[in-house]
Structures are given as structure tokens and as C-alpha cells.
């Protein structure tokens, strides 16, 4: 079965700084992985996704994330984050050689910039 | 990409009713899924809703409980039956786009309180 672990559930960064939100999956086969951002009382918006190619992938708002298959994971990267990049970030994946397209969510993590 | 509305944004509910969720989406789509995300929780989903044939529910869900419609390839409803306060959540209807490598979209969301 497929999952993704999201081990932190908050992030906390200053303004300016970088920041990386941490994301594992665990697949039968090769992975399409996600990451989507939810601002309070909004839905989810796609930030970016690695399907092939290229193990980092550049993603809207100035977001990227590295894929790396031997450590599984696909962590989340600013290098330098915005007071308006606090949210709620979830990583997902989808099993390539899944019977379906259904997305399995990690728990997410709350991402809290200070100024 | 897809742009999707759901009705209502947000209700209050009495125990034991049931309330219907409608998800518009302004394009085709083949796939659509229902999602249930609680309170400081992340996503799980409820169920793909199938065009022309029954959705197919996820461990844990059931058609009696969540009935779902999917009368054309634009259009789906949810029905949360028999409420209890544990349905709180709030439900997000998505599309995936693109296949197997697209990205899911969600709507904004319908928040449910039962009282």
C-alpha cells in the first residue's frame, strides 16, 4: 500500500530565512509525488509535482522540492520564506502502477513564518 | 487546469438528517473523488465517484452512509446520511487532470457542523 510521512507537524522559520518541510513515501512501485498548500479557510492548491526527469522541481510562489529515491523522500524547499507562506502543507503521492489516480495524503505540516 | 464550485460552503446540521453536497466543475472530467478532511486532520478519501456506474468507497466508507451521484462528467453530489456529530469535517470534492501524471484540483470546500 502506499503512504506518505510528514514527521513534523509544525515548522517555524524567520522571515528571510529557508525553509524545508519534510516529506517520505513509501510505494510498490515508482512514485508521482505532490505537494499542495492550504491557506485558513481556503482549499487546497497544487504547488508543484515530480513525475520524472529531474530530481528537483521548481513549483509556484518560488517553492521547490528534491526528489531523492534512495532516502524516499521529497522534501519541501523556499529559500527564503514570506510571513505569507504560513499554512498548512501537504505532501502526496500516487503509485505509478496503481489501478486508479487516487492521491493518498500525508498529515500535513503547519508551516508558521515569523516576522 | 479546472475550476470547481461546491454547494453549500458551510451548514449546521441536526443529528440524524442528511445534507447533499453539490461539486460543479466548468470542464469534463473522467475522474472525480470525495474527500472528508476533520479537524486538524489531513485528507482521506471518502470514495471515487464513477460516471454512469456506482462510486467506489474506500476502507471505512459506505454507500448507505454516503450515497453519491455522478449524473454526467461536470457534475457530482455527496450525501452525508443520518448525521451524527463525528460527521463534522469539512468535504472536499476533486478532479484529476491529466491522467495518471496530472494533478487533482479541489474546491473550496463545504464545511459541516451537526449539532
Known amino acids: 500500500a502506499q503512504s506518505v510521512a510528514q514527521p513534523e507537524d509544525q515548522v517555524n522559520v524567520a522571515e528571510g530565512n529557508p525553509l524545508t518541510v519534510k516529506c517520505t513515501y513509501s510505494?510498490?512501485?515508482?512514485?508521482?509525488l505532490f505537494w499542495y498548500v492550504q491557506y485558513p479557510n481556503r482549499g487546497l492548491q497544487f504547488l508543484l509535482k515530480y513525475i520524472t526527469g529531474d530530481n528537483l522541481v521548481k513549483g509556484s510562489y518560488g517553492f521547490e522540492a528534491e526528489f531523492n529515491k534512495s532516502q524516499t523522500s521529497f522534501h519541501l524547499k523556499k529559500p527564503s520564506a514570506l510571513v505569507s507562506d504560513s499554512a498548512l502543507y501537504f505532501c502526496?503521492?500516487?503509485?505509478?502502477?496503481?489501478?486508479?489516480?487516487?492521491?493518498?495524503f500525508g498529515t500535513g505540516t503547519l508551516l508558521a513564518v515569523q516576522p | 487546469s479546472a475550476v470547481i464550485s461546491q454547494k453549500p460552503s458551510r451548514d449546521i446540521c441536526q443529528r440524524g438528517t442528511s445534507l447533499t453536497i453539490q461539486c460543479q466543475v466548468d470542464s469534463q472530467v473522467t475522474m472525480m473523488f470525495w474527500y472528508r478532511q476533520q479537524p486538524g486532520q489531513s485528507l482521506t478519501l471518502i470514495a471515487t465517484?464513477?460516471?454512469?456506474?456506482?462510486?467506489?468507497?474506500e476502507s471505512g466508507f459506505v454507500i448507505d452512509k454516503f450515497p453519491i451521484s455522478r449524473p454526467n462528467l461536470t457534475f457530482s453530489t455527496l450525501t452525508v446520511s443520518n448525521m451524527s456529530p463525528e460527521d463534522s469535517s469539512i468535504y472536499l470534492c476533486?478532479?484529476?487532470?491529466?491522467?495518471?501524471?496530472?494533478?487533482?484540483?479541489f474546491g473550496p470546500g463545504t464545511r459541516l457542523t451537526v449539532t
Open positions: 510505494v510498490s512501485g515508482n512514485p508521482y
Open positions: 465517484a464513477n460516471q454512469g456506474s456506482e462510486a467506489t468507497y
Open positions: 476533486s478532479v484529476a487532470v491529466g491522467g495518471q501524471e496530472g494533478e487533482q484540483y
Open positions: 502526496a503521492v500516487r503509485d505509478k502502477g496503481g489501478a486508479t489516480n487516487k492521491l493518498i
